[in-house]
Protein backbone atom coordinates (compact mmCIF):
# COMPACT_ATOMS: atom_id res chain seq x y z
CA UNK A 1 0.00 0.00 0.00
CA UNK A 2 1.10 3.70 -1.27
CA UNK A 3 0.67 6.40 0.49
CA UNK A 4 0.10 8.19 -2.56
CA UNK A 5 0.27 7.46 -6.75
CA UNK A 6 0.82 10.09 -9.04
CA UNK A 7 -0.31 9.14 -12.03
CA UNK A 8 1.80 11.35 -14.88
CA UNK A 9 5.84 12.60 -14.76
CA UNK A 10 5.34 15.77 -16.76
CA UNK A 11 6.01 19.02 -14.59
CA UNK A 12 2.60 18.80 -12.56
CA UNK A 13 3.39 15.39 -11.79
CA UNK A 14 6.73 15.31 -10.93
CA UNK A 15 6.49 18.31 -8.59
CA UNK A 16 3.57 16.30 -6.70
CA UNK A 17 5.95 13.77 -6.55
CA UNK A 18 8.58 16.13 -5.27
CA UNK A 19 6.25 17.25 -2.49
CA UNK A 20 4.96 14.44 -1.54
CA UNK A 21 9.03 12.87 -1.23
CA UNK A 22 9.61 15.89 1.34
CA UNK A 23 6.90 15.25 3.65
CA UNK A 24 8.41 11.40 3.58
CA UNK A 25 5.36 10.14 1.97
CA UNK A 26 5.26 6.37 0.36
CA UNK A 27 4.54 7.64 -3.49
CA UNK A 28 4.56 5.75 -6.64
CA UNK A 29 4.73 8.21 -9.99
CA UNK A 30 3.99 6.75 -13.42
CA UNK A 31 5.67 8.10 -16.39
CA UNK A 32 3.85 6.99 -19.41
CA UNK A 33 6.92 8.93 -21.15
CA UNK A 34 4.24 11.03 -23.06
CA UNK A 35 4.55 14.83 -21.79
CA UNK A 36 3.23 17.12 -24.18
CA UNK A 37 6.20 19.70 -24.32
CA UNK A 38 8.56 17.39 -25.56
CA UNK A 39 8.22 18.48 -29.38
CA UNK A 40 9.50 21.73 -28.26
CA UNK A 41 13.23 23.25 -28.51
CA UNK A 42 12.61 24.99 -24.76
CA UNK A 43 11.07 25.57 -22.03
CA UNK A 44 9.19 29.48 -22.36
CA UNK A 45 8.86 31.59 -19.15
CA UNK A 46 9.81 28.88 -16.18
CA UNK A 47 12.02 30.70 -14.24
CA UNK A 48 15.31 29.16 -13.70
CA UNK A 49 14.84 26.84 -16.64
CA UNK A 50 13.77 29.32 -19.60
CA UNK A 51 14.62 28.05 -23.06
CA UNK A 52 16.06 24.83 -21.56
CA UNK A 53 15.32 21.78 -23.62
CA UNK A 54 12.25 20.14 -21.73
CA UNK A 55 13.99 16.52 -21.92
CA UNK A 56 16.85 17.85 -19.70
CA UNK A 57 14.43 19.34 -17.84
CA UNK A 58 12.25 16.23 -17.12
CA UNK A 59 15.65 14.34 -16.66
CA UNK A 60 16.73 16.73 -14.03
CA UNK A 61 13.41 16.44 -11.92
CA UNK A 62 13.71 12.97 -11.91
CA UNK A 63 17.46 12.93 -10.58
CA UNK A 64 15.58 14.81 -7.86
CA UNK A 65 13.50 12.54 -6.75
CA UNK A 66 15.58 9.69 -7.15
CA UNK A 67 17.40 11.26 -3.56
CA UNK A 68 14.28 10.71 -1.90
CA UNK A 69 13.67 7.00 -0.61
CA UNK A 70 10.67 7.02 -0.33
CA UNK A 71 9.35 8.19 -3.94
CA UNK A 72 9.67 5.76 -7.35
CA UNK A 73 9.34 7.03 -11.05
CA UNK A 74 8.25 4.29 -12.74
CA UNK A 75 7.61 4.28 -16.78
CA UNK A 76 4.63 2.51 -17.53
CA UNK A 77 0.81 3.07 -18.72
CA UNK A 78 -2.32 3.60 -16.43
CA UNK A 79 -5.06 1.60 -17.90
CA UNK A 80 -7.80 1.83 -15.33
CA UNK A 81 -8.46 3.01 -11.65
CA UNK A 82 -11.00 2.47 -9.35
CA UNK A 83 -11.75 3.76 -6.10
CA UNK A 84 -12.56 1.18 -3.14
CA UNK A 85 -15.01 1.62 -0.35
CA UNK A 86 -12.68 1.88 2.29
CA UNK A 87 -11.34 5.60 0.56
CA UNK A 88 -8.20 3.34 -1.21
CA UNK A 89 -7.54 3.85 -4.81
CA UNK A 90 -6.53 1.04 -6.82
CA UNK A 91 -4.78 1.58 -10.36
CA UNK A 92 -4.20 -1.15 -13.43
CA UNK A 93 -0.92 -0.81 -15.12
CA UNK A 94 -0.78 -1.98 -19.00
CA UNK A 95 2.39 -4.94 -17.78
CA UNK A 96 -0.48 -6.41 -15.61
CA UNK A 97 0.28 -5.13 -12.32
CA UNK A 98 -2.02 -3.48 -9.96
CA UNK A 99 -0.51 -0.69 -7.68
CA UNK A 100 -2.63 0.25 -4.29
CA UNK A 101 -2.73 3.94 -2.42
CA UNK A 102 -4.40 5.87 0.06
CA UNK A 103 -4.37 9.27 -2.35
CA UNK A 104 -4.37 9.69 -5.96
CA UNK A 105 -2.79 12.86 -7.97
CA UNK A 106 -4.38 12.82 -11.61
CA UNK A 107 -1.28 14.41 -13.75
CA UNK A 108 -1.64 13.06 -17.29
CA UNK A 109 -1.34 15.89 -19.06
CA UNK A 110 -3.65 16.35 -22.35
CA UNK A 111 -4.42 15.48 -25.74
CA UNK A 112 -3.42 18.43 -27.89
CA UNK A 113 -6.00 18.24 -30.65
CA UNK A 114 -4.93 20.93 -33.55
CA UNK A 115 -5.83 21.17 -37.29
CA UNK A 116 -5.06 18.15 -39.87
CA UNK A 117 -3.66 20.02 -41.83
CA UNK A 118 -0.55 18.64 -44.30
CA UNK A 119 2.81 19.37 -43.22
CA UNK A 120 1.56 21.18 -39.60
CA UNK A 121 2.19 18.35 -37.21
CA UNK A 122 5.98 18.10 -38.22
CA UNK A 123 6.40 21.77 -37.22
CA UNK A 124 4.16 21.51 -34.27
CA UNK A 125 6.28 22.71 -31.01
CA UNK A 126 9.02 24.55 -33.31
CA UNK A 127 7.51 27.29 -35.94
CA UNK A 128 3.67 25.97 -35.52
CA UNK A 129 2.79 26.56 -31.91
CA UNK A 130 -0.41 27.51 -29.92
CA UNK A 131 0.94 29.81 -26.94
CA UNK A 132 2.46 32.76 -27.66
CA UNK A 133 3.62 32.92 -24.19
CA UNK A 134 5.57 30.06 -24.01
CA UNK A 135 6.60 30.65 -28.09
CA UNK A 136 5.70 34.23 -29.37
CA UNK A 137 9.65 35.79 -27.98
CA UNK A 138 11.45 32.68 -30.17
CA UNK A 139 9.39 33.97 -33.02
CA UNK A 140 9.30 37.79 -32.53
CA UNK A 141 9.32 40.11 -35.71
CA UNK A 142 9.05 37.50 -37.76
CA UNK A 143 5.92 37.48 -40.66
CA UNK A 144 2.83 35.57 -38.36
CA UNK A 145 -0.02 34.21 -39.57
CA UNK A 146 -2.87 32.69 -36.65
CA UNK A 147 -5.28 29.52 -37.73
CA UNK A 148 -8.26 30.36 -36.14
CA UNK A 149 -11.95 31.64 -36.12
CA UNK A 150 -14.18 34.05 -34.95
CA UNK A 151 -13.32 36.28 -31.72
CA UNK A 152 -10.85 33.70 -30.63
CA UNK A 153 -8.87 33.98 -34.45
CA UNK A 154 -9.31 37.59 -33.78
CA UNK A 155 -8.24 37.62 -30.15
CA UNK A 156 -5.50 35.87 -30.92
CA UNK A 157 -4.06 38.29 -34.11
CA UNK A 158 -4.53 41.26 -31.55
CA UNK A 159 -2.82 39.15 -28.98
CA UNK A 160 0.76 38.86 -31.37
CA UNK A 161 1.07 42.63 -31.83
CA UNK A 162 3.27 42.45 -28.92
CA UNK A 163 5.88 40.07 -31.22
CA UNK A 164 5.68 41.37 -34.83
CA UNK A 165 3.96 44.13 -36.41
CA UNK A 166 3.31 41.13 -39.76
CA UNK A 167 0.65 39.28 -38.44
CA UNK A 168 -2.44 38.03 -40.69
CA UNK A 169 -5.34 36.37 -39.64
CA UNK A 170 -6.54 33.13 -41.46
CA UNK A 171 -9.92 32.38 -41.47
CA UNK A 172 -9.90 28.78 -43.29
CA UNK A 173 -12.82 29.99 -45.19
CA UNK A 174 -15.13 31.86 -42.43
CA UNK A 175 -16.39 34.64 -42.84
CA UNK A 176 -15.25 37.78 -40.65
CA UNK A 177 -17.73 40.12 -39.07
CA UNK A 178 -17.66 43.94 -40.17
CA UNK A 179 -16.83 44.50 -36.19
CA UNK A 180 -14.08 41.99 -36.40
CA UNK A 181 -12.43 43.82 -39.60
CA UNK A 182 -12.58 46.85 -37.61
CA UNK A 183 -10.93 45.77 -34.48
CA UNK A 184 -8.56 43.90 -37.02
CA UNK A 185 -7.76 47.34 -39.18
CA UNK A 186 -7.56 49.16 -35.74
CA UNK A 187 -4.82 46.82 -34.73
CA UNK A 188 -3.09 46.78 -37.98
CA UNK A 189 -3.36 42.90 -38.64
CA UNK A 190 -4.26 41.78 -42.20
CA UNK A 191 -6.75 39.01 -42.69
CA UNK A 192 -7.14 35.97 -45.82
CA UNK A 193 -10.79 34.37 -45.39
CA UNK A 194 -9.63 31.97 -47.96
CA UNK A 195 -9.79 28.41 -47.01
CA UNK A 196 -6.15 26.72 -46.50
CA UNK A 197 -4.94 24.17 -47.81
CA UNK A 198 -1.51 22.99 -46.42
CA UNK A 199 1.55 24.31 -44.78
CA UNK A 200 5.18 24.23 -46.60
CA UNK A 201 9.15 25.23 -46.12
CA UNK A 202 11.89 23.60 -46.00
CA UNK A 203 12.06 20.41 -43.86
CA UNK A 204 10.50 21.50 -39.87
CA UNK A 205 10.85 25.31 -40.81
CA UNK A 206 7.56 27.25 -42.07
CA UNK A 207 8.03 29.15 -44.98
CA UNK A 208 4.49 29.23 -46.24
CA UNK A 209 0.75 28.75 -46.39
CA UNK A 210 -0.92 27.48 -49.20
CA UNK A 211 -4.67 28.33 -49.90
CA UNK A 212 -7.18 25.46 -51.32
CA UNK A 213 -7.87 27.35 -54.59
CA UNK A 214 -4.34 28.34 -55.12
CA UNK A 215 -1.64 30.70 -53.88
CA UNK A 216 0.05 30.89 -50.91
CA UNK A 217 1.44 33.47 -47.96
CA UNK A 218 4.70 33.50 -46.95
CA UNK A 219 4.95 33.58 -42.85
CA UNK A 220 7.74 31.25 -40.83
CA UNK A 221 5.83 31.59 -37.66
CA UNK A 222 2.12 30.18 -37.55
CA UNK A 223 -0.33 30.48 -34.26
CA UNK A 224 -3.23 27.13 -34.00
CA UNK A 225 -6.04 27.38 -32.42
CA UNK A 226 -5.96 23.76 -30.61
CA UNK A 227 -8.33 22.10 -28.30
CA UNK A 228 -7.24 20.27 -24.77
CA UNK A 229 -8.90 17.06 -24.31
CA UNK A 230 -8.40 14.64 -21.80
CA UNK A 231 -6.30 11.62 -22.27
CA UNK A 232 -8.47 8.63 -20.91
CA UNK A 233 -11.59 8.02 -18.99
CA UNK A 234 -9.63 8.12 -15.84
CA UNK A 235 -10.76 11.01 -13.69
CA UNK A 236 -14.96 10.44 -14.96
CA UNK A 237 -14.20 6.76 -14.07
CA UNK A 238 -13.26 7.93 -10.05
CA UNK A 239 -16.49 9.97 -9.67
CA UNK A 240 -14.51 13.80 -10.69
CA UNK A 241 -16.43 16.10 -12.75
CA UNK A 242 -14.84 16.80 -16.15
CA UNK A 243 -16.18 20.09 -18.07
CA UNK A 244 -15.26 22.21 -21.61
CA UNK A 245 -14.39 25.34 -20.07
CA UNK A 246 -12.96 28.33 -20.91
CA UNK A 247 -14.50 29.79 -24.52
CA UNK A 248 -10.47 30.98 -25.80
CA UNK A 249 -8.71 28.06 -24.77
CA UNK A 250 -10.98 25.39 -25.24
CA UNK A 251 -10.03 22.64 -22.23
CA UNK A 252 -11.70 19.55 -21.55
CA UNK A 253 -10.83 20.21 -17.67
CA UNK A 254 -11.04 18.36 -14.50
CA UNK A 255 -12.60 20.15 -11.44
CA UNK A 256 -10.82 21.15 -8.56
CA UNK A 257 -10.69 23.72 -6.04
CA UNK A 258 -7.52 25.86 -4.90
CA UNK A 259 -5.56 23.06 -3.15
CA UNK A 260 -6.53 20.57 -6.39
CA UNK A 261 -9.20 18.82 -4.75
CA UNK A 262 -11.62 16.78 -6.88
CA UNK A 263 -14.35 16.81 -4.81
CA UNK A 264 -14.08 12.87 -4.41
CA UNK A 265 -11.72 12.09 -0.88
CA UNK A 266 -8.64 11.73 -1.58
CA UNK A 267 -8.82 12.17 -5.34
CA UNK A 268 -6.60 15.33 -6.71
CA UNK A 269 -5.61 16.60 -9.94
CA UNK A 270 -2.90 19.19 -11.40
CA UNK A 271 -1.17 20.10 -14.61
CA UNK A 272 -2.82 20.80 -17.92
CA UNK A 273 -5.67 18.09 -16.88
CA UNK A 274 -7.16 20.40 -14.50
CA UNK A 275 -6.54 23.75 -15.52
CA UNK A 276 -8.50 26.89 -17.11
CA UNK A 277 -5.94 29.27 -16.99
CA UNK A 278 -3.45 29.15 -20.50
CA UNK A 279 -1.35 26.11 -19.80
CA UNK A 280 1.86 26.64 -18.94
CA UNK A 281 4.90 24.77 -17.24
CA UNK A 282 5.37 27.21 -14.31
CA UNK A 283 1.39 26.74 -13.57
CA UNK A 284 1.80 23.22 -13.76
CA UNK A 285 4.55 23.03 -11.17
CA UNK A 286 2.79 25.13 -9.27
CA UNK A 287 -0.25 22.99 -9.39
CA UNK A 288 1.44 19.81 -8.43
CA UNK A 289 3.43 21.25 -5.75
CA UNK A 290 -0.39 22.49 -4.29
CA UNK A 291 -1.82 18.52 -5.71
CA UNK A 292 1.08 16.81 -3.61
CA UNK A 293 0.71 19.49 -0.60
CA UNK A 294 -2.89 18.68 -0.78
CA UNK A 295 -2.49 14.85 -0.80
CA UNK A 296 -0.13 15.25 1.83
CA UNK A 297 -2.69 16.95 4.13
CA UNK A 298 -5.35 14.46 3.42
CA UNK A 299 -3.32 11.84 4.44
CA UNK A 300 -2.54 13.24 7.41
CA UNK A 301 -5.79 13.77 8.85
CA UNK A 302 -7.52 10.55 7.49
CA UNK A 303 -4.84 8.52 8.67
Request: glycine share 14%; hydrophobic share 40%; proline share 4%.
Amino acid sequence: MNDCIVIGAGAAGLSAGLTLARARRTTLVIDAGRQSNLAAAGIGGLLGHDRRRPAAYYAAARAELAAYPSVEVRGGDVTGAERHGDGTFEVSLGDGRRERARALVLAPGMDYRYPALPGLAERWGGDVFHCPFCHGWETRDRPTAVLASGPVGVHGALNLRAYTDDITLLTDGAELSGADRDRLTDGRVRWDERPVAALTGDGPRLSAVTFAGGGELAVTALLVKSFLYQRSTLARDLGATVTMSNEHLGVEAITVDAMCRTGVPGLFAAGDAATTVPPSMAAAVASGYLAGAGAAVHLTAGY
